[in-house]
């Protein structure tokens, strides 16, 4: 016979399970069965009700393990029944999810939404809890008030399903966000309030910021304004500066927000005093040296900070990687204060291993050979971040970043970290691609500046175009020595008409190779050393100039030139592709030295820079420069036409037409009505000024590159009479694009000529790819 033991819903049980009169005394539990489980097994029942087999219950034991059921969470009801000796439960569980369902949001992913149900437990196939799903509901509309949108609406819904299922659905209406109506700062006498209201990002309704959503309320927005606002006081000088309170205050049809900020200024502090105090470890002299404040001074809490962290940078350069300065001022009147350094180098730290990350192709060889920090050495600051900056230099990486941690269990070990991004060193950026002065370029090619990984530059391969036709080999190993001393050597081929490319008809073919040797003589400077030896064949084309034809007559048609060349360079860039600060300038000679057929010299002045303008290094300025010289010597009057200098076109002046500029001379076609075809000179004059700006929809900006231009440059030839005139200087101005892409360097141009003469090739639309920027 069964016997009713006890009846339990979740309120009674709560509220505590009353005992039954018919199960008043204890029983001997000879088996326990579990009735009405549907999804829930019975094993999980068991591990979660505190009676056994053979246990003696009493009625208020059981009333305490049906509590302990109950806080599983898994039933909405639970009874218990006495069949003899075996304990009956009979249990209703709560039902499962069989779905949900979110409609109307746009400002918060699903996803997002998906997340957060989850993690609460209201996910497909979890046991639902419609107090859950209640306090959910409050969470994501607090995420929309947050946004300032206080009239948006959540819903949410439990459809029952059949089998002891629930479909639950969430709609939303996010509503709008409300606008500012008004900014009210109370307490501000030092500055007005349109000069406090510049500082804020949020602003008050109108036209223009509603499409900007500047006028978009958002708690986080008005945090961060408050903290700009405290910034610009203490910067002032203003230490005790104090935000008394801000109110938001919302119109009663929740779309217009009113915000209230009273402020307590204070008083403006000057300096006082400037103390050190603490370990001194660098000598107090020269400590002072970077301290750029001075008594009288207003008290920048800014200009403190920054004092601060160079004393920093100067004790990490002794080691003290960890070293802590603390600009500490205190008030000695009503207006001024002293202020105190307090110096804490801690301990001196030596760099136990240094690590290397990212570097899937580049072998730690090559990124060590470029350390000024040694393991083992004392961790200086300065060598650390130069070692990272001679990574970027290098152009293998896109981004690397450094990180000194300790080592645990010691307290003057680091390890320093460097994690590279690498990107295309430009594999095929000599064997594919297209420009506009050779045309298509089709050829079994590999050019690579980190070959294999090794940091080498090696080019092989052959070059087909509609001007140029070219077999090559170079070497080069930056490395060859541990003092950085590089060696390389090269081997060419090459025939050229330059007829194709609207030059004086001519076709040259040049066979050669070079011996190179450069020397570091600090980590920016480099000296570069080489010899070599060229055979030059020249041969009239269909219509060949009179200057062509007579140097041919007059010097013959083929000659050996052995040259030496030299070079000095000095680069800061602070990247081998892309830079966005340093600076670059070269002088580079080529000499046909006495023993060849014609003796002939060309120097050559390259100059760039990169001036940030701001901290984020997306609004730069660019200045480049570049000017040539060449001429003959000994019983040479003039250097050969063939080594003319030529101008125009993209990397050179943008707007004109590849190698257009500067002298020209008749070609003797009768055909042609404009007959005169570029001649180059040997007086190169180049120079541009760019705005790099940030490139619109685009995120990686260390790959691809916009800017505004004025180009400026020309060529003259001395040596035929003709002077150089500051009037025949050639500008344009315009937009380019670079982007490094994975078959090599995409670059092109918009360019307006604007000193154009009549006779000029100018072309707007310039373009490259697969060349080097």
Do not use: C
Request: cysteine-free; charged content about 25%; hydrophobic content about 35%.
């Amino acid at each position: 016979m069964r016997r009713s033991l006890l009846g339990a819903a979740i309120g009674l049980v709560l509220a505590g399970i009353a005992s039954q009169p018919a199960a008043a005394e204890e029983f001997t539990v000879a088996d326990i069965e579990v009735e009405g489980l549907q999804r829930v097994s019975a094993g999980n029942v068991f591990s979660a009700f505190p009676v056994g087999i053979g246990e003696s219950l009493s009625e208020q034991e059981l009333a305490e393990a049906i509590r302990a059921l109950f806080r599983t969470g898994l039933f909405t009801d639970i009874e218990a029944y006495r069949d003899e000796g075996t304990l009956i439960l009979a249990v209703q569980e709560r039902p499962a999810i069989a779905s949900i369902e979110i409609e109307g949001n746009k400002n918060i992913e699903t996803e997002m939404l998906m997340d957060a149900l989850a993690g609460a437990g209201m996910q497909e196939g979890q046991v639902f809890r419609r107090a859950t799903l209640e306090r959910l509901e409050l969470e994501i509309l607090r995420s929309y008030v947050g946004q300032g949108r206080y009239n948006a609406r959540v819903t949410a819904t439990a459809e029952e399903l059949p089998r002891n299922r629930v479909a639950v659905r969430l709609d939303i209406n996010e509503g709008d966000v409300a606008a500012i109506r008004h900014i009210n700062i109370v307490g501000n006498e030092a500055f007005d309030d349109e000069e406090l209201l510049e500082l804020l990002e949020l602003r008050e309704s109108s036209w223009w910021n509603s499409l900007t959503s500047k006028d978009k309320y958002a708690r986080e927005r008005l945090s961060g304004d408050l903290e700009s606002l405290r910034s610009h006081y203490l910067d002032q000088g203003y230490l005790d500066f104090n935000i008394e309170s801000s109110q938001v205050s919302i119109s009663p049809d929740k779309r217009d927000v009113f915000v209230a900020v009273s402020v307590n200024e204070g008083n403006q502090y000057t300096i006082s005093d400037i103390q050190l105090r603490g370990e001194l470890i660098v000598p107090e002299e020269e400590l002072r040296e970077l301290i750029e404040l001075e008594p009288g001074d207003i008290l920048s809490q800014s200009a403190l900070t920054a004092t601060s962290e160079r004393l920093s940078r100067r004790l990490g350069r002794e080691g003290y990687t960890f070293a802590n300065v603390n600009a500490i001022p205190e008030s000695d009147s009503e207006d001024t204060a002293a202020v105190t350094f307090f110096v804490e180098p801690g301990n001196r730290t030596y760099v136990r291993r240094i690590n290397f990350e990212g570097n899937v192709t580049t072998k730690d060889e090559v990124l060590r050979q470029e350390m000024t920090q040694m393991e083992g050495g004392v961790a200086s600051t300065d060598r650390i971040e130069f070692s990272k900056a001679q990574l970027e230099r290098l152009g293998f990486f896109q981004t690397v970043t450094v990180d000194t941690t300790p080592v645990p269990g010691s307290e003057d070990l680091v390890d320093v970290t460097y994690t590279v991004t690498e990107q295309p060193t430009g594999s095929l950026s000599a064997s594919i691609g297209f420009s506009q002065v050779s045309g298509v370029i089709l050829g079994a090619n590999i050019s690579e500046n980190n070959f294999f990984g090794t940091g080498k530059r090696v080019s092989i391969g052959a070059n087909f175009s509609d001007s140029i036709k070219s077999a090559n080999f170079s070497y080069e190993d930056p490395y060859y020595t541990v003092d950085g001393v590089s060696r390389g050597f090269s081997l060419f081929a090459r025939e050229t008409d330059f007829e194709e490319q609207d030059i004086s008809s001519y076709l040259l073919d040049e066979y050669g190779g070079s011996l190179n040797f450069g020397y570091p003589i600090d980590s920016y400077t480099r000296l570069n050393f080489g010899i070599g030896y060229t055979l030059s064949k020249i041969q009239q084309g269909s219509y060949t100039s009179d200057e062509v034809v007579e140097f041919i007559e007059d010097e013959g048609d083929s000659f050996g030139n052995y040259f030496l060349t030299g070079s000095w360079r000095r680069s800061t860039l602070n990247r081998g592709v892309l830079p966005t600060d340093g600076y670059s300038n070269s002088l580079s000679a080529d000499i046909a030295v006495p023993g060849s057929d014609l003796t002939f010299y060309k120097l050559r002045y390259k100059g760039d820079s990169f001036w940030p303008l701001d901290e984020d290094e997306s609004w730069i300025i660019r200045t480049r420069a570049e000017l040539g010289y060449g001429n003959g010597y000994g019983d040479r009057s003039q250097m050969p036409f063939y080594e003319h200098f030529y101008a125009g076109g993209y990397g050179s002046v943008r707007g004109y037409r590849a190698n257009s500029l500067g002298n020209r001379v008749d070609n003797n076609n009768p055909n042609d009505s404009d007959d005169d075809d570029p001649f180059g000179g040997n007086v190169l004059t180049e120079a541009s000024l760019e705005l790099i700006v940030p490139t619109p929809f685009a995120g990686d900006t260390r790959s691809m590159r916009t800017s505004f231009f004025l180009d400026a440059g020309q060529v003259f030839d001395t040596t035929r009479g003709f002077d150089p005139d500051i009037g025949e200087i050639r500008t344009s101005v315009g937009i380019g694009f670079q982007w490094v892409t994975v078959v090599g360097p995409l670059a092109f141009s918009l360019a307006q000529p604007l000193t154009d003469q009549s006779g000029d090739d100018t072309q707007m639309f310039q373009f490259s790819l697969g060349q080097s920027f």
